[in-house]
Structures are given as structure tokens and as C-alpha cells.
């Protein structure tokens, strides 16, 4: 979460997950992993002992450079992964999707890598049509999701970095905006991971409240962020959106993202919620 959420977001979030049952432990790392009694002993670096009938070990993803070495294929000396153009070709008849590629980002005028589902199902059809002679760049900003909890959901959108500038709109959460809600009405159980269509209008709306200020943030134990969406800046552009509580609206998101404007301040920034119906 420090890496994605705004360091209040991820202060907040904690919190909410700790009101749960869940004890988290920060600034801390697994020193060992033994076996004693039949169960998982886990020691940390801060010499807390963990007694565990069973362990998830989320350790991330790294790309394999094994056959960049043995081809010739470059490699991205900042994000990993094979670097590309924006058709995803590595070289002459040779192409890379999903996690492994670097690529050219055009619209936001970056080079990323990116890990997520959404993306590797997008760029692994874009690649299979380049290689059959297409030329299509890559134009897709991909998604992803996660759910904290059973209150707590968001969907994010394009470049999410902590280290960004963000402007986050705020609304008071009804009982309809969890994770939960959102899937049972679905009828599925589960959220869409890859959404193309625009359902609704994306203006009207009332106004939001005043958004927080700094100092309010510090204290955000004590503030209530139960839905909203935190809008990521870069050269006072959107680059990037996370949906807090507010699900099936990425699309406007995307949309928000390709337009590229300038907004030359925050209340503008702030008038993009009401695309959302945050407030209804």
C-alpha cells in the first residue's frame, strides 16, 4: 500500500484493516523460517516469533533476462523487463507482452512496466495481431483491483505512485459501497477486470465538500475516507486514478487519462469527481 496509496491513504487503510482483526506489523522483514511442533515458526528482524499452521508468502514477480543475454535482446536499466516500442517489438519478428515488456507509453510519455492482468490479456492480443502484419501501438491504460477486507475496495488506473502529487475528492460511504456489495450485485461474486464501456452519463452531480487540508491529513485516523477517488498528477496532468469505494466507473477514469489536459489548478482537479457520482 506505501508504494500505491498517499502516505494518509495507507495510514488510514491500516488502521481499517487492524479494525478487523488483522495484525500488521510494520518495518519489518522475516529474518527465519523453521519448523517446530509441526507448525511454521517465523522470526523478524525486530526478534518477534510467529507460530503459523500455514504461511502466504506474496514475494512479487522478476523478469527473467536469461534469454536477453543468449539473443541480444536489451533490457530496461530502470523498470526491467525487455524493452519495446509501442508496437511491443523487441526486435526484427520479435515481440514481448504482458509483465516481461518494458514499453513506450506515448500518451503519458514515459517508458513503464507493468504487472497486472489487465494488461498482459490487452498487450498479449495486441502482439498476436502486430506478428500476423499488423502495426498497432499500445493505447490501452490497463486496470487492476483489490479488495481490503470485506469494506474496503479500490480500482486503479494508469500510473499510481505514492511519489506523485494526488488530489483526492471525498464522499460519505453508504452500506451499498463495499467490495461486497459491489460483487453481489453483480451477480457474479467476483469484479470485472477489464472494462470497456462507458454506462451512464459521466457529468451532474452535486458538489463535494472542501477537500481536506494538510493538517487534517496528518490526522487522518480521524477522518472517515470511505469513498472517493485520489486523481495522480504529473506536469499537472492525470496520469493516474484510483476508484475508492466506487467501482465500475474506470472507464470514465480511462477517458479522464487519454484526454491529457492541463489543469492549472486544484478546484478543476476537484470538479472531476462529479464524473464519478460520488455523491449520488
Given at each position: 500500500m506505501g508504494m500505491i496509496f498517499p502516505k494518509y491513504l495507507s495510514n488510514w487503510t491500516?488502521?481499517?484493516?487492524?479494525?478487523?482483526?488483522?495484525?500488521?506489523?510494520?518495518?519489518?522483514?522475516?529474518?527465519?523460517?523453521?519448523?517446530?511442533?509441526?507448525?511454521?515458526?517465523?522470526?523478524?528482524?525486530?526478534?518477534?516469533?510467529?507460530?503459523?499452521?500455514?504461511?502466504?508468502?506474496?514475494?512479487?514477480?522478476?523478469?527473467?533476462?536469461?534469454?536477453?543475454?543468449?539473443?541480444?535482446?536489451?533490457?530496461?536499466?530502470?523498470y526491467g523487463g525487455y524493452h519495446v516500442n509501442a508496437e511491443f517489438?523487441?526486435?526484427?519478428?520479435?515481440?514481448?507482452?504482458?509483465?516481461?515488456?518494458?514499453?513506450?507509453?506515448?500518451?503519458?510519455?514515459?517508458?513503464?512496466?507493468v504487472e497486472h492482468h489487465d494488461h498482459a490479456v490487452v498487450s498479449g492480443r495486441l502482439v498476436g495481431e502486430n506478428m500476423t502484419g499488423n502495426h498497432k501501438r499500445y493505447e490501452h491504460q490497463s486496470m487492476f483491483w483489490s479488495d481490503l477486507g470485506p469494506k474496503i475496495g479500490y480500482e486503479a488506473i494508469g500510473i499510481v505512485d505514492s511519489s506523485l502529487e494526488t488530489v483526492a475528492v471525498w464522499a460519505g460511504a453508504a452500506e451499498t459501497d463495499t467490495p461486497r456489495a459491489a460483487a453481489e450485485s453483480s451477480g457474479t461474486g467476483i469484479r470485472s477486470e477489464v472494462q470497456d464501456e462507458v454506462s451512464g452519463s459521466s457529468g451532474?452531480?452535486?458538489?463535494?465538500?472542501?477537500?481536506?487540508?494538510?493538517s487534517e491529513l496528518e490526522e487522518a485516523d480521524e477522518l472517515d475516507f470511505g469513498k472517493g477517488v485520489v486523481?495522480?498528477?504529473?506536469?499537472?496532468?492525470?496520469?493516474?486514478?484510483?476508484?475508492?469505494?466506487?467501482?465500475?466507473?474506470?472507464?470514465?477514469?480511462?477517458?479522464?487519462?487519454?484526454?491529457?489536459?492541463?489543469?492549472?489548478?486544484?478546484?478543476?482537479?476537484?470538479?472531476?469527481?462529479?464524473?464519478?457520482?460520488?455523491?449520488?
Open positions: 491500516t488502521t481499517q484493516v487492524r479494525k478487523e482483526g488483522v495484525e500488521v506489523l510494520t518495518n519489518n522483514t522475516i529474518s527465519s523460517v523453521t519448523s517446530k511442533d509441526g507448525r511454521v515458526l517465523l522470526k523478524t528482524s525486530e526478534n518477534k516469533e510467529i507460530l503459523a499452521d500455514h504461511v502466504v508468502v506474496a514475494v512479487g514477480i522478476g523478469v527473467e533476462n536469461d534469454l536477453a543475454a543468449a539473443s541480444g535482446l536489451e533490457v530496461d536499466s530502470t517489438l523487441a526486435a526484427s519478428n520479435v515481440w514481448v507482452a504482458g509483465d516481461a515488456a518494458c514499453f513506450y507509453d506515448f500518451k503519458l510519455g514515459c517508458r513503464r512496466r451532474g452531480g452535486e458538489s463535494g465538500s472542501a477537500l481536506p487540508g494538510q486523481f495522480y498528477m504529473k506536469n499537472q496532468k492525470v496520469v493516474g486514478v484510483i476508484c475508492w469505494n466506487v467501482f465500475n466507473q474506470i472507464p470514465v477514469a480511462r477517458r479522464i487519462i487519454d484526454e491529457g489536459k492541463v489543469y492549472d489548478d486544484v478546484q478543476a482537479v476537484h470538479q472531476l469527481g462529479k464524473a464519478f457520482k460520488i455523491y449520488s
